[in-house]
């Protein structure tokens, strides 16, 4: 791996840690394609661990305004979605599965903004936290499914209680590939490399984070979940 590569890499791993920062998602939104198409040795398994670091800096820095109630509830539907995830892998085409993911999405922000307000109660965090597990596992895009359940709360909360479950949902995936033999030192290696990029996003975003208050949080949040639906579309159907 050339110095070129690992710079290109780092610099898109902070422009996406930024985002994140700020809004509370977006990270492998970001860079997971951008960074398979720059070397696929950098998918899956060092943006995971690289989330890890980024989501446990954000939910310390934000650490009182974390939802745990709604992280509990939702990692109850995170886990078996990881599984629903694979088997969709198994028996489902990808890119049909895929296309029907980006409509899915694309329709709850288009109701989000026009009528529909979701409620943070148990029941949706578990139906968040499930589909977070397929998209995620069936499409690397785990994120919208709790950003649009929480795009009416405060900035801090949103921000804090989506990297919790983030760290935890990473966490988990991390085991289970190391348990399935999938880490390999080139990852590691991959992996420390970005991580001071990452550092460097962390402490951008204090700051960008006020680009986003207020209002603006919901519209970033909706903006993200848009852009990731219509990513999904045009993959599927191109």
Same mark, same amino acid.
């Given at each position: ?9 780092? /610099? ?20 997971? *394609? +951008? ?30 305004? #974390? ?12 886990? *078996?979605?990881? !599984?629903?995830?694979?088997?969709? +892998? ?14 899915? &999405?694309?329709?709850?922000? &288009? ?6 307000? *979701? ?19 069936? /499409? @690397? ?30 966490? /988990? ?29 962390? +402490? ?6 006020? !680009? ?8 970033? &949040?909706?903006?993200?979940?848009? @852009?990731?639906?219509?990513?999904? #579309?045009?993959? /599927?159907?191109?």
């Amino acid at each position: 791996m050339s110095w070129t590569v690992i710079a290109l890499a780092g /610099s898109i791993m902070l422009a996406a840690a930024v985002v994140q920062g700020a809004v509370g998602y977006g990270l492998n939104l970001i860079s997971g *394609p +951008l960074l398979a198409l720059l070397d696929p040795v950098f998918v899956p398994v060092p943006i995971l661990f690289v989330a890890c670091v980024l989501a446990a800096a954000l939910s310390l820095r934000e650490r009182r305004a #974390i939802d745990w109630r709604g992280v509990g509830w939702a990692m109850v539907g995170r886990l *078996p979605g990881n !599984l629903l995830g694979l088997l969709a +892998l198994v028996l489902l085409p990808v890119t049909g599965f895929n296309l029907v993911i980006g409509l899915t &999405v694309l329709a709850c922000v &288009v109701l989000s903004v026009v009528t529909w307000r *979701p409620r943070v109660t148990p029941p949706g965090l578990v139906v968040a936290g499930t589909a977070s597990g397929v998209f995620g596992t069936v /499409s @690397a895009i785990g994120g919208p499914p709790m950003a649009l359940l929480y795009q009416n709360q405060a900035g801090p909360t949103v921000r804090a209680t989506l990297n919790a479950f983030f760290l935890l949902a990473a966490v /988990s995936s991390v085991a289970t590939l190391a348990f399935a033999g999938q880490v390999r030192g080139e990852h590691l290696v991959a992996a420390a490399a970005l991580v001071p990029f990452i550092v460097v996003g962390f +402490l951008i975003s204090g700051p960008a984070r006020r !680009l986003v208050a207020g209002p603006r949080l919901r519209v970033a &949040v909706l903006a993200i979940a848009a @852009a990731s639906a219509v990513l999904l #579309i045009i993959r /599927s159907v191109v």
